[in-house]
């Protein structure tokens, strides 16, 4: 069983935060793998959120490639933060011999693009660079997106942390919402893509348990959008449906529930908006899900989400203080980074709600 977690806060913290989360519910990973997305940047991206940031890591060849690409389709490089790395030995990481997180001006010819245009062409981008890096196995491209740094890493989260320097707390790369989890797939082969959290055009997504629906919701899937690609891992099917469900199909947030655990028919009959809820399951009954699982979500507007399987088959809280909400599976994660909280005020999310975390730290419980 993986553990995941996620912050949010009204005050932008250092990624060792998201660390301090995780490791507590060292039982719950290996030191597979460390990887992370962090959004609402500040430190060295804060004046260029509107800007789209490449998260990149490649061989040499891999970086003249992308560098060669990004200039014949006219994007302008105006901001990077090169990580110095501690290559001390003994760390256990298996480590690219590069990595980018770089900022990129829109081509001129966006200049006036509508934001449906835009999204459209970073997701092109971001599917051509990994096809090109793929062929010979040059790297991996996580995201390119304004605003949304993510990390990817094999090995031990603690020399994965020391590797970046993502302990020091120096004021580098800091923001106000992050998505974690320790660990890598387990279910396939180990890979970078295979590693949550996923993202895909702003969402962000890491789930704890499996899907055992994962063939049918990937053939479906496949036909629903060009960027649902991979399937590295069956929970990747979670943030294709959640993507689907708000981006393309612009449905409220709360119908994504309903989407991947349907209520049972003669609930549904008992209901104001079966007729809604009936259309779901004839229409979209390819993206229900089953087995046991949680979910933690991040949404483009910074909202960050949770909801269980229908049965609550995995563990997830929500805790808060003055400043920051946080997501976890175990509480001993919360008691760490939230220490003066008031326990009392935990909330244990059912198998029938979606909990939301709005910008200025409201929770929202939509019942099913």
């Not at 995780?22 to 460390?34: A, I, K, R, T, Y």
């Not at 949304?148 to 603690?158: A, H, N, Q, S």
């Not at 974690?180 to 996923?198: E, L, M, S, W």
């Amino acid at each position: 069983m993986c553990r995941i977690g996620a912050i949010k806060s009204k005050v932008a913290f250092h990624p060792s935060q998201a660390l301090y989360l995780m490791l507590p519910q060292q039982e719950g990973h290996d030191n597979s793998g460390f990887a992370m997305v962090m959004q609402d940047l500040y430190g060295v991206f804060a004046g260029y959120k509107d800007k789209p940031l490449m998260s990149l890591a490649c061989t040499q060849k891999g970086a003249k490639l992308v560098e060669d690409y990004m200039e014949s389709h006219n994007f302008v490089p105006v901001n990077e933060w090169n990580p110095k790395v501690n290559r001390s030995p003994g760390l256990d990481i298996k480590a690219m011999p590069h990595y980018i997180f770089r900022n990129y001006d829109y081509p001129r010819s966006y200049k006036d693009a509508t934001q449906e245009e835009k999204e459209a062409l970073l997701l092109d981008t971001r599917l051509a660079i990994r096809a090109m890096l793929e062929k010979d196995e040059l790297g991996y491209i996580f995201s390119f997106w304004p605003d949304v740094l993510t990390l990817k890493e094999i090995g031990d989260p603690r020399d994965i942390a020391t590797y970046f320097g993502l302990w020091d707390d120096k004021g580098d790369m800091m923001a106000k919402n992050v998505i974690v989890q320790c660990r890598q797939n387990t279910n396939y082969d180990i890979v970078r893509y295979a590693a949550h959290p996923f993202f895909i055009q702003g969402y962000t997504l890491c789930a704890n348990g499996e899907n055992t629906f994962y063939t049918k919701n990937k053939e479906y899937q496949k036909s629903l959008n060009k960027g649902y690609i991979g399937f590295e891992s069956d929970s990747q099917n979670f943030i294709y449906t959640l993507h689907y469900v708000l981006h393309e199909l612009k449905w409220p947030i709360q119908y994504y529930k309903h989407v991947i655990t349907p209520l049972p028919f003669e609930e549904i009959e008992k209901r104001p908006d079966k007729a809604e809820l009936m259309a779901i399951r004839q229409s979209l009954g390819h993206l229900e899900i089953n087995g046991p699982n949680t979910i933690i979500a991040m949404l483009p507007d910074n909202n960050i989400m949770t909801c269980c399987d229908s049965k609550k088959l995995r563990p997830v809280i929500v805790g808060r203080d003055e400043n920051t909400v946080a997501i976890a599976s175990e509480v001993c994660a919360l008691n760490t980074v939230l220490p003066n909280r008031d326990q009392e005020k935990d909330l244990y999310p059912n198998e029938r709600e979606v909990v939301v975390i709005t910008e200025d730290l409201e929770v929202q419980r939509w019942k099913q």
